[in-house]
């Protein structure tokens, strides 16, 4: 019975934050209210308030929720990695984006905007850099793995080969936000390509007749 009612909480915690995210993207945070987010979610205004004291609580709720879910999926790669470090990388990034690109995007700009907010935004700040810092430590860890196999160049700085590749996948979500029409494809093809330039180097390789001078 413990384990039913524990699953039926779940169910309507998560209930609660679909309903909120879908309202927050509509509406925005500031015109969205608690009676509506239990209306849509089918459950009492009281109910709501049980669950999650304020709106602000719901969001951050929202974006543990979907960190969960990307961790989720990076394990598969990471547990799978294959042999080739740069199409590791795209597969775990890619699986990152394809989570975001489900959000409305709406609802994106609502969790940045908050960030902002003078009054709550640090606490939402704190909660966006929990959600990066256990993207970078699966990266990290995809990394160091194929860097133990001689994968990687010996004198690569795993730490900070992760946090390159991250901003690749931070700037792109940015530019996706920020561009209205900008499709999700786009956003993963773009993604793709610049880690594949991160790992192939911007440098110019000497050619076959300079090395044998």
């Not at 990307?70 to 990388?89: D, I, Q, W």
């Not at 920020?178 to 390509?193: F, N, T, V």
Request: glycine share 6%; net charge negative.
């Amino acid at each position: 019975m413990t384990g039913l009612r524990e699953r039926k909480k779940r169910e309507v915690r998560l209930r609660i934050i679909h309903a909120a995210e879908s309202l927050f993207a509509s509406n925005g945070i500031s015109g969205t209210t608690m009676e509506e987010i239990a209306a849509a979610s089918e459950v009492s205004v009281a109910t709501v308030y049980n669950y999650f004291g304020n709106k602000r609580a719901l969001l951050l709720a929202g974006v543990e929720h979907e960190t969960d879910e990307m961790v989720a999926e990076g394990r598969a790669v990471l547990a799978r990695p294959g042999s080739n470090p740069a199409k590791a990388v795209q597969r775990l990034l890619d699986a990152y984006a394809e989570n975001l690109a489900g959000w409305d995007r709406d609802l994106l700009r609502e969790v940045l905007s908050a960030a902002f907010q003078r009054v709550g935004g640090e606490e939402i700040t704190v909660e966006l850099a929990a959600m990066d810092q256990r993207l970078i430590e699966q990266l990290l860890a995809l990394l160091t793995g194929f860097h133990s196999r001689g994968k990687l160049h010996p004198d690569v700085d795993v730490y900070e080969a992760a946090l390159v590749l991250f901003s690749v996948f931070t700037l792109q979500l940015f530019m996706y936000m920020s561009i209205e029409g900008y499709p999700a494809k786009d956003l993963r093809d773009q993604i793709a390509r610049q880690v594949e330039l991160a790992f192939t180097g911007l440098a110019s390789q000497p050619s076959t007749k300079a090395k044998s001078k």
